[in-house]
T-cell receptor
């Protein structure tokens, strides 16, 4: 099956620094990448949707200048948490989607647990 | 914003019993999916049911969809301790356009199966 490889799986950073999370689609072209965030014991909340070659569309309440998304190729999308603060500590997970109905459902990355100290 | 609401929020059962989780949503959908997540780890896709389907089976899983009531249920039969996890429903409203495949998740049900 199709695979989205997400790195790193865990990262601890100091407050005020930036962290980059990468998602690579290994065997399909991810025309769209969705980025989700999950706080402890809560559900997944969509942060933004990015289409290759276009600017990302952010959900209401998500700061686009803080969460920079780059989707410059069909196999790589990155999320950069800039000037991270402890409240940004969360589980971040990407999901690659490709045109074609039958392939709509199963391409999540493994997730990144970010801890800001 | 959350599309789905799930109940119960937490379910505790004994091994061998059946577990039923429900999901309700607000808008018309293209399909509804169920996912499993073990203790804050990645998501495992369980099953997808399209809006024109009423029931699907996969192993010990049975999913129903009632579009008139905007609700779905996930039944796990003969549960095992290894089924302990959080279960989420997620809906897809649009199947095309730039938001193709956008999933909106419910709040989830935490299932604990005691050996």
């Amino acid at each position: 099956g199709a695979v989205v490889s997400q790195h790193p799986s865990r990262v601890i950073c100091k407050s005020g620094t930036s962290v980059k999370i990468e998602c690579r689609s290994l065997d399909f072209q991810a025309t769209t990448m969705f980025w989700y965030r999950q706080f402890p014991k809560q559900s997944l909340m969509l942060m933004a949707t990015s289409n290759e070659g276009s600017k990302a569309t952010y959900e209401q309440g998500v700061e686009k200048d803080k969460f920079l998304i780059n989707h410059a190729s069909l196999t790589l999308s990155t999320l950069t948490v800039t000037s991270a603060h402890p409240e940004d500590s969360s589980f971040y997970i990407c999901r690659g989607s490709s045109a074609g109905w039958l392939r709509a459902e199963a391409f999540f990355g493994q997730g990144t647990r970010l801890t800001v100290v | 914003s959350q599309q789905g609401e799930e109940d119960p929020q937490a379910l505790s059962i004994q091994e061998g019993e059946n577990a039923t989780m429900n999901c309700s949503y607000k808008t018309s959908i293209n399909n509804l999916q169920w996912y499993r997540q073990n203790s804050g780890r990645g998501l495992v896709h369980l099953i997808l049911i399209r809006s024109n389907e009423r029931e699907k089976h996969s192993g010990r899983l049975r999913v129903t969809l009632d579009t008139s009531k905007k609700s779905s249920s996930l039944l796990i039969t003969a549960s095992r301790a290894a089924d302990t996890a959080s279960y989420f429903c997620a809906t897809v409203i649009n199947a095309g356009g730039t938001s193709y495949g956008k999933l909106t998740f419910g709040q989830g049900t935490i299932l604990t199966v005691h050996p």
